[in-house]
């Protein structure tokens, strides 16, 4: 089964797709944002294009293990892509993932120049990566 995965932000949402094992994740596209409903049907859309059995969107939380406001966003959209698709939709702690992301850019080398740019679909990546990890560690 493919996953897809979400790290919604202000200016774009990353998109990350794995496998069809559900082992591996990869980058798939960024999207522009436009609005929660036109930004959750262009989701919907890639998710049924790809054959996907699951979707996953990032939430941040604070230091007291609460949603910050990014959060509480992500929160909302993950109900408007509820709204739009039978495939279901999953919200998963996704604390870190762009440092994580921009942190596994520089290890990956090559100059400021080629890394500079959004690292919205890597921090999907990272979001779905752990989550794929996650599941062989209990078995899912």
């Known amino acids: 089964m493919r ?5 919604h932000g202000e200016k774009r949402i990353g998109v990350a797709l794995s496998d069809p094992t559900a082992t591996i994740a990869s980058p798939l596209k960024v999207i522009e944002h436009i609005s929660r409903a036109i930004d959750a049907a262009q989701v919907a859309d890639l998710a049924a294009q790809n054959d996907v059995g699951l ?3 990032g ?3 604070d230091e007291d293990g609460n949603p910050n406001p ?9 109900d408007e892509l509820k709204n739009q698709t039978n495939i279901p939709v999953q919200l998963w702690d996704e604390s870190f ?4 992301a921009r942190a596994a850019r520089i290890q990956l080398g090559g100059s400021r120049k080629k890394r ?10 990272v979001i779905l990566q752990s989550y794929l990890e996650e599941g062989r560690q209990v078995g899912r």
């Open 55 to 57: 979707i996953i969107v």
């Open 3 to 7: 996953i897809l995965s979400i790290d």
């Open 97 to 100: 993932s762009t440092q994580d």
């Open 59 to 61: 939430q941040s939380f």
């Open 116 to 125: 500079a740019g959004h690292h919205d679909a890597f921090a999907a990546v």
């Open 70 to 78: 990014a959060g509480r966003r992500a929160a909302r959209f993950a």
